[in-house]
């Protein structure tokens, strides 16, 4: 695909030159997988956002994040109770101190 951008021609869309006020200036796409065009749209989709709806995105995203801690963690240790699991997740949060001064669990001993 061919985009034009300023007064540029560029195949290669994860790596483009922008002409602004007379120097090229590189943009590369956040994700080596993603057109610029769709990564345009997304950013702009992004800004049509209210507050509330980016809020609420993020807390989908980092309750993803949670779910599949957790599916790690019931993987490795499939025996684990729900107080384990809580702990072996505080463990990948939380420094090595905090968690042996907080909750009495050493993640070196215990593991993640």
């Known amino acids: 695909?061919?985009?034009k951008i300023g007064r540029v021609w560029k195949s290669e869309v994860s790596y483009i030159e922008i002409q602004a006020s007379g120097r090229g200036m590189a943009y590369k796409?956040?994700?080596c997988d993603t057109s610029f065009k769709v990564e345009r749209l997304l950013i702009e989709a992004y800004?049509?956002?209210?507050?509330?709806?980016?809020?609420?995105?993020?807390?989908?995203?980092?309750?993803?994040?949670?779910?599949?801690a957790v599916a790690g963690i019931r993987s490795r240790y499939p025996k684990a109770d729900d107080r384990e699991i809580r702990l072996r997740l505080g463990a990948l949060r939380l420094d090595?101190?905090?968690m042996i001064e907080a909750f009495g669990w050493d993640p070196h001993k215990e593991g993640y």
């Open 47 to 68: 800004r049509r956002m209210t507050p509330h709806e980016k809020a609420k995105k993020i807390s989908q995203l980092s309750q993803t994040c949670t779910d599949l």
């Open 29 to 31: 796409t956040q994700s």
């Open 1 to 3: 695909m061919t985009i």
């Open 96 to 98: 090595r101190q905090t």
